[in-house]
C-alpha cells in the first residue's frame, strides 16, 4: 500500500471549484485503509473527491435545515420531521417516531409544538382509537415552507436539464444506494445505543 495521500478534494488541479465565500478549506480525513494499494493516482483521487462530496453535501444540508428552521420560526428537529412527513402527508406518531429515531415523548413535544405552529393536526386512527395519526397541514406548509427552500428546489430543477435520461437514472440510482447505506448505518448505531 503506498504512503502517499491522494490529493485533497479542493486542491487546485482536481476539477473542483474554490470554496464558497465564507467557508474555510475543508480538510477530508482519509484513513489509510480506505485508500486501496491497487488504485491508481487518480482512481484514489476519484474515490477521495466521492466520499468528500457526500460529506460536504451532507454538511451543507444540515446548515441549510438550520438556516431554514430559523427563518420558518421553528427548530430544526420539528423541521426534519415536517420533510418526513411530507413524503405521505400522514403517519402516526409511533411511526414518526421509528422514522426520526425519537422516542415517543419527544416525538408527543415534537407534535405539540408543530399543531401549535399550525403545520400538522391530530387524529385518532378510525380503525385502532389508541393511535394517534399525525396529517400534515399541506395548504401551510406549502405557504410558510415552499418559499424557504421553493429557489434551492428550482435551481435542482434546472440542474436536471444538464442530464439526458439515462444519467438521470443512474443518478437517482445513485441516491437510493446512498440512502440504503446511510439507513444502515444509523439502524447499526441505534443499535449500539440500546
Keep these: 500500500m503506498s504512503d502517499q495521500r491522494p490529493p485533497q478534494a479542493d486542491e487546485p488541479g ?10 474555510a478549506r475543508w ?11 491497487s488504485w491508481t493516482p487518480e482512481r484514489a483521487a476519484l474515490a477521495l473527491a466521492f466520499v468528500a462530496a457526500i460529506r460536504k453535501t451532507s454538511s451543507l444540508m444540515q446548515l441549510m435545515s438550520q438556516a431554514a428552521a430559523e427563518r420558518i420560526g421553528i427548530n430544526a ?5 415536517l420533510n418526513i412527513l411530507s413524503f405521505s402527508g400522514q403517519l402516526t406518531a409511533g411511526e414518526l417516531a421509528k422514522a426520526t429515531g425519537l422516542t415517543t415523548a419527544s416525538i408527543t413535544g415534537v407534535v405539540d409544538r408543530l399543531e401549535q405552529a399550525g403545520f400538522v393536526h391530530r387524529e385518532r386512527d ?15 406548509a406549502l405557504g ?17 436539464e444538464q442530464y439526458t435520461d439515462d444519467q ?27
Design 126 to 140: 378510525a380503525t385502532d382509537r389508541r393511535r394517534v395519526v399525525v396529517h400534515l397541514d399541506t395548504a401551510r
Design 144 to 160: 410558510t415552507i415552499a418559499p424557504v427552500f421553493g429557489p434551492m428546489l428550482g435551481a435542482w430543477q434546472r440542474l436536471t
Design 77 to 81: 428537529t420539528d423541521l426534519n420531521c
Design 27 to 37: 480538510e477530508v480525513p482519509w484513513p489509510e485503509g480506505m485508500l486501496a494499494g
Design 168 to 194: 438521470l437514472r443512474l443518478i437517482v440510482a445513485f441516491y437510493d444506494q446512498v440512502e440504503g447505506v446511510i439507513r444502515d448505518h444509523l439502524a447499526r448505531l441505534r443499535t449500539q445505543e440500546t
Design 14 to 23: 482536481q476539477g473542483h471549484e474554490a470554496q464558497p465565500a465564507g467557508l
